[in-house]
T-cell receptor
Framework: KAGVTQTPRYLIKTRGQQVTLSCSPI?????VSWYQQTPGQGLQFLFE???????NKGNFPGRFSGRQFSNSRSEMNVSTLELGDSALYLC?????????????FGEGSWLTVV | EDQVTQSPEALRLQEGESSSLNCSYT??????LFWYRQDPGKGPEFLFT???AGEEKEKERLKATLTKKESFLHITAPKPEDSATYLC??????????????FGAGTRLAVHP
């Protein structure tokens, strides 16, 4: 059974550009959430999608956005990149996000902003 | 405010030297407490979920326990391959909690032969 797949694994962008990251959840999982991991702040919740609807959002500026498609695949977008956006972006999937469902993480996308 | 605190920040053990990692939490309605292992450059690997005080789960050399205020990850006779960062996270209860995990800063474990 394939795990959570994230693409690309590594990317370098310039300040002011935008970036789109992709996540394919485990087959059958309908909930996808995104996290940002940095050395200083640790793992922080960005947002969660279920059945193409955003259910929950963390404390990040509006430059961070996401969406989910009908096949549960998800993308997140960061516009007007800043140096501080350099981080490991992790996607997690779960059957439906209810209590009792295991939450699995992908390997992440490493974003470097120069 | 919901909060997760892990201690110690770093732990160095000799192979075979058992120890425990601590995760204390403050959350409005706990739906689940998760333990993950993270190796450098990789995503968190799921270990355990605990749901109610008194619950215990084991996997190989690891055993996780839960009280109303904290969780412990006990490592028995660790091996060098157990070296990693161990992350604790709580899943909030109530409306909108869903997959929102609040993570602690992690404990970096180094096991030396």
């Amino acid at each position: 059974k394939a795990g959570v797949t994230q693409t690309p694994r590594y990317l370098i962008k310039t300040r002011g550009q935008q970036v789109t990251l992709s996540c394919s959840p485990i087959s059958g999982h309908r909930s996808v959430s995104w996290y940002q991991q940095t050395p200083g702040q640790g793992l922080q919740f960005l947002f969660e999608y279920f059945s193409e609807t955003q259910r929950n959002k963390g404390n990040f500026p509006g430059r961070f956005s996401g969406r989910q498609f009908s096949n549960s695949r998800s993308e997140m977008n960061v516009s007007t990149l800043e140096l501080g956006d350099s981080a490991l972006y992790l996607c997690a999937s779960s059957f439906d996000g209810a209590s009792g469902n295991t939450i699995y993480f992908g390997e992440g996308s490493w974003l470097t902003v120069v | 405010e919901d909060q997760v605190t892990q201690s110690p920040e770093a732990l160095r053990l000799q192979e075979g030297e058992s120890s425990s990692l601590n995760c204390s939490y403050t959350v409005s309605g706990l739906r689940g407490l998760f333990w993950y292992r993270q190796d450098p450059g990789k995503g968190p690997e799921f270990l355990f979920t605990l749901y109610s005080a008194g619950e215990e789960k084991e996997k190989e050399r690891l055993k996780a326990t839960l009280t109303k205020k904290e969780s412990f990850l006990h490592i028995t006779a660790p091996k060098p391959e157990d070296s990693a960062t161990y992350l604790c996270a709580v899943q909030e209860g109530g409306n909108g909690g869903y997959n929102k995990l609040i993570f602690g800063a992690g404990t970096r474990l180094a096991v030396h032969p």
